[in-house]
């Protein structure tokens, strides 16, 4: 399956502190795109990092790629109650249509 | 609020049944994708439509089939109903399918909470 794979699948972390999930994938990508939902909401786009990028900044987001590795990892800084959330990675395998992972369940304890 | 919408939120049908589902896109997006999310399966892609034609196709199910309107709206039509298939269904949009080098950002409706008894 090309199927990425977010890790860990369930995070649980203080207010305050910072978050970090990663997502892997098996074959090369055009793009890597990062998703959030609230539960049983839809998907909210967060950041789209193109293969030829390295890392991208979007407010206390931070996304790396590491092409060589076939995995990002997605940095949430300074965590709030409403980032409780599931965060998915979703590859462009260049078939124009996205793929998404597994999700990673994050909790912030207030 | 993303500007696409679905209808309806919730359905509750029994084994066998047909149904319909309606999104549509923001203004402006020529690309309607379904999706179907379950505890089991996670997000599957089904469909995706652009400008009226069917532009790629995933894990749909032969007795699934959608199509997209002249005025863009899209719908996805679910028969013969299982148990299997009570899912959430999302619909999404996005200006076209590629942007640049990939694919574009895409934009999620609520979705449709679908039960099938």
């Known amino acids: 399956s090309q199927q990425g794979e977010e890790d860990p699948q369930a995070l649980s972390i203080q207010e305050g502190e910072n978050a970090t999930m990663n997502c892997s994938y098996k074959?090369?990508?055009?793009?890597l795109q990062w998703y959030r939902q609230n539960s049983g909401r839809g998907l909210v786009h967060l950041i789209l990092?193109?293969?030829?990028?390295r890392e991208k900044h979007s407010g206390r987001l931070r996304v790396t790629l590491d092409t060589s590795k076939k995995s990002s990892s997605l940095l949430i800084t300074a965590s709030r109650a409403a980032d409780t959330a599931s965060y998915f990675c979703?590859?462009?395998?260049?078939?124009?249509?996205?793929?998404f992972g597994t999700g990673t369940r994050l909790t912030i304890i207030p | 609020d993303s500007g696409v919408t679905q209808t309806p939120k919730h359905l509750i049908t029994a084994t066998g049944q047909r149904v319909t589902l309606r999104c549509s896109p923001r203004?402006?997006?020529?690309?309607v994708y379904w999706y179907q999310q379950s505890l089991d399966q996670g997000l599957q892609f089904l469909i995706q439509?652009?400008?009226?034609?069917?532009?790629a196709k995933g894990n749909i199910l032969e007795r699934f089939s959608a199509q997209q309107f002249p005025d863009l709206h899209s719908e996805l039509n679910l028969s013969s109903l299982e148990l299997g298939d009570s899912a959430l269904y999302f619909c999404?949009?996005?200006?076209?399918?590629?942007?640049?080098?990939?694919?574009?950002?895409?934009?999620f409706g609520p979705g449709t909470r679908l039960t099938v008894l």
């Open positions: 999404a949009s996005s200006v076209t399918p590629w942007a640049g080098e990939g694919t574009d950002t895409q934009y």
């Open positions: 074959t090369s990508i055009n793009n």
């Open positions: 990092i193109r293969s030829n990028e």
């Open positions: 979703a590859t462009d395998f260049g078939n124009e249509k996205l793929t």
């Open positions: 203004s402006g997006d020529l690309s």
């Open positions: 439509y652009y400008n009226g034609e069917e532009r």
